[in-house]
């Protein structure tokens, strides 16, 4: 067995993965430790069963539209959820494949098994230890149960067991309406199941702009029971688990716990790094390097709970993998802040949130989706957008919606605030007719109203046609 080596990668992640592309571009002496099993929480837990579940889910639910649109007979339609479910586990199956790509050449450097840090350039792995100079951690993070929960374990589901499931049950509770509750609340509700949804906030899928938030509850309220700002606790029942808030109180057949995510650092050894440790056991870490303190660790992916998101943690695998391996550091520039929540209205944020903003200093331009031409056309005319401008020269700061298509928008947005763009300099664009970008336009127009006129001619985007079918 390998003792000693120039980097350990611990953890064969989205982060841990990127990291070793930059590591082997400049040396083949290092280990690769990941505790079973391989394929990324992403492919296999993640992003890709959770988008495939609710791609089935929004094809069934199409059929609630079709009358409205002169088509009939869709009533005879089912979902045949074991084939859905089977379905999920196909893809899954293939998307695991590829990332396990990238490890199969490894063979001696891929160690299988939970490793854990003795100081600064020590791991050990089921009692081996290997010295390596520089050491990445990628642990990623697991789903949270609540202790008290864990007794109801025939009954508790979490997205590491769902996708699992041969066939689902009729009624199901989901505690916790962040991004995953929230996706996974409505994908269900729309395969029929009964669906209570629960979070302690007032907000859902991480929106804080009231008034996106609001529009968000309004939409997602016809289709599931939404029960913002209570406590929930479970209790046994005859015939399944008793959600119970309040005075009120629900059975359901199981429950889907998705209170949030934790950080795989409990048994990792930090500790013996010598560097202070926050209340969750996290050291902190240098966003722009990865690197903890001047220790040679360095900690990527949603275990430093930086952006735990998935493009967010291969950049920080990729920056840590640099790091590894140069003697200079690299200090490299975070992108635009962009998170993407896959329900309908998909809700999304781009730069700054409202919460971060002061709402003296900036413009705001919204646009309701519910009139908004081409969204009527597909009847998909739901969902509010607002975006957010210095009042300084109309530069773009961020955005949140809860809109149709929001993907879309939300990566035309994060690409000219990544720029520096201006709403001027954005309104100056094409926008064909007829889109949903149109609706963009209109709330860039709205603050560019209240800008100092940037010329005479609308084609640099100062002002509106005042006509409804066009704006
Ligand atoms: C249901 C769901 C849906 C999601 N949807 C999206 C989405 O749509 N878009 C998006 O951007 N993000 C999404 N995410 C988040 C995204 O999946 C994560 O940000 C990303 O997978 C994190 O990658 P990572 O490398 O940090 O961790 P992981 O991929 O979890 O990798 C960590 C690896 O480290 C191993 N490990 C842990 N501890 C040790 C140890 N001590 N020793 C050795 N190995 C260890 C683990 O076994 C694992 O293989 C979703 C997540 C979930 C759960």
């Known amino acids: 067995m390998i003792n000693k080596v120039d980097v350990a990668i611990i953890g064969a992640g989205t982060a841990g993965l990127a990291a070793l592309r930059d590591v082997r571009r400049e040396t083949d002496d290092f280990v690769m430790i990941n505790k079973p099993p391989y394929g990324t929480t992403c492919a296999r837990v993640g992003c890709m069963p959770s ?45 695991v494949d590829g990332v396990l790509d990238a490890t199969d050449d490894l063979d001696a450097r891929n160690i299988a098994g939970h490793a854990r840090l003795d100081g600064p350039n020590r791991v ?18 697991s789903p949270i149960v609540p202790k008290p929960w864990q007794a109801f374990s025939d009954h508790i589901l979490t997205t590491d067991t769902l996708f699992e499931e041969r066939d689902l049950p009729a009624r199901i509770g989901v505690i916790g309406l962040g991004a995953i509750g929230v996706e996974m609340a409505q994908a269900l509700a729309r395969l029929g199941l009964e669906v209570h949804g629960f979070d302690g906030a007032d907000h859902m899928a991480g929106i804080s702009d009231e008034k996106v938030a609001e529009s968000l509850r309004a939409s997602l309220s016809q289709e599931f029971a ?28 199981k429950v889907l716990v998705a209170v949030g995510r934790r950080q795989n650092v409990q048994d990792l050894g930090l500790e013996t790094l010598g560097v202070p440790l926050d209340d969750k056991g996290l050291p902190e870490v240098d966003p722009q390097t990865m690197r903890i303190g001047q220790t040679p660790v360095l900690l990527a992916g949603d275990a430093n709970a930086i952006r735990p998101i998935l493009h967010e943690s291969s950049d920080e695998g990729h920056i840590a993998g640099l790091n590894a391996v140069t003697d200079k550091p690299v200090r490299l520039d975070r992108r635009t802040p962009m998170t993407v929540t896959f329900c309908e209205p998909q809700v999304a944020s781009v730069g700054k949130r409202a919460s971060e903003l002061d709402f003296d200093e900036c413009l705001v331009g919204e646009i309701d989706f519910s009139t908004q031409g081409r969204a009527r056309v597909m009847q998909e005319n739901y969902g509010l957008m607002r975006i957010y401008a210095s009042r300084d020269g109309g530069r773009l700061l961020g955005a949140e919606m809860a809109a149709p298509a929001a993907e879309h928008m939300a990566q035309l947005l994060a690409l000219a605030i990544h720029k520096d763009h201006t709403v001027h300099d954005l309104l100056g664009m094409p926008f064909y007719h007829p889109t949903l970008e149109e609706g963009l336009r209109s709330a860039l127009r709205q603050i560019a109203r209240e800008l100092p006129p940037c010329s005479i001619s609308d084609l640099a985007g100062c002002g509106s046609m005042e006509v409804e079918a066009l704006d």
């Open 51 to 95: 988008k495939t579940l609710i791609a089935a889910a929004n094809a069934f639910h199409a059929r609630t539209l079709l009358d409205t649109f002169g088509i009939r007979g869709a009533d005879h339609l089912k979902a045949d959820i074991p084939a859905i479910m089977e379905r999920v586990r196909e893809l899954r199956d293939h998307f």
């Open 226 to 253: 939404v029960h913002l700002g209570v406590e929930v606790d479970l209790a046994a029942a005859d015939d399944g688990v008793q959600i119970k808030w309040g005075d009120d109180s629900v059975v359901v057949d």
């Open 124 to 141: 050990t792995v089921d009692g081996h230890t290997i010295e390596a100079r520089q050491i990445i951690l990628a642990p990623g993070s």
